[in-house]
């Protein structure tokens, strides 16, 4: 479980977005690329560095 103390980054993706690339940035200090999918959710969090990816609502 994430700590609630910790802020994560929280990415806004277009609405119509099936999946998400995430690699932690920072080029060689983030972590390996991953695919993630919304599997009809509006976010979808990276297990690596726990960034949150969500869709944006026009």
């Known amino acids: ?3 609630p103390n910790i802020k994560h980054e929280i990415i806004t993706v277009d609405s119509h977005a099936d999946e998400v690339a ?3 940035g920072n ?3 983030g972590h390996p690329l991953v ?3 919304f599997d009809g959710a509006d976010t ?3 297990g690596y560095c726990d ?3 969500t869709k944006k609502h026009h």
């Open 51 to 53: 960034r949150e990816f």
């Open 1 to 3: 479980m994430a700590n």
């Open 35 to 37: 695919y993630y999918s």
């Open 22 to 24: 995430c690699d932690g």
């Open 44 to 46: 979808v969090r990276c």
């Open 27 to 29: 080029g060689a200090l």
